[in-house]
């Protein structure tokens, strides 16, 4: 939709982490490459259903111009994975000449190697969002999520030693996923936002998807009221749809519980646009 039939002023400061010292910096989101390269078996956006779709660097920076005069001085690419940019070299070049501050959606496994770090850096960005998803190598492989643990610590010591704001991504109730799993997530996502590198915690409940693999089973439709409406299952971001069967009320209150007790600060859920929509606009 384009961004002038919104209600642009109303939206300009919902995104929270941009801030200076006056409050939150005005913040568009846009989109550099629409599909993803990878196959995680839950994924909507899995290379099999979504085909790529690539804006020029030309264009983005035309966007960009057009989006400073409006008012807005920090974007946030909300790409699949915007590490998979084809021409990344040099959009970051470009992004750095335009004076305002960056984020975007991307993957640790492309933010592994201090040059590509740097150059993020350089071009403006202060915040990356990634998915850790789970914290446990034989479910992120189960997953298909092509990274280890090894190399989501390696990128996040990384992003933390450069001085990155890291926002990260929790999915639970995959049908692999163990008492064991989930902690390792807990612990692991709780030393690095007391770090302070962390400073945004997303978690999401497993919701199925047709035509992807976690949903090939699937057999009501989604022209109809979400199943688990209510808490503990709102609480989660698309938590109200169909999961496996261990995915019970009380099985979600006690990761909640859990997640309250080590990063409560930095959950998604306490850090919404509500805040801006009621006047918080700073610390």
Partial sequence: MPTELADVERHKHDFDIFKDGKGIVPTFQMIAARGCSYSCDFCSERKELAYSNVMSVENII?????????????????????GLYPRLKELLK???????????????NHLDKQETVEAYK???????????????????????????TQKIAESMKLLSQNEFMVGVSLLYGLPYETDESIKATLD????????????????????????TPAGKNLKQGFNCPPPNQGFPFNKFEEGQWYHPEHVTAEYLKKILRLSEEKFSKAMVRKRHSWYATHGFTSD
């Avoid at 966007?63 to 790409?79: H, N, S, T, V, W």
């Avoid at 470009?94 to 993957?107: A, H, V, W, Y």
């Fill in 62 to 82: 035309q966007e960009i111009q057009l989006r400073k005069e409006q008012g807005f001085r920090a974007i946030f690419f909300d790409d699949s994975t915007f």
């Fill in 122 to 148: 350089e071009a403006g960005f202060v915040y990356l969002y990634c998915a850790i998803e789970q914290f446990d190598d034989k479910t992120l492989a189960e997953m298909k999520k092509r990274q280890g």
């Fill in 94 to 108: 470009e992004l750095g000449k335009t004076g305002m501050i960056f984020g975007s959606l991307n993957r640790f």
């Fill in 188 to 211: 692991f996502t709780e030393k690095w936002v007391n770090k302070g590198t962390i400073k945004l915690v997303s978690e999401s409940v497993l919701s199925y998807h047709p035509a």
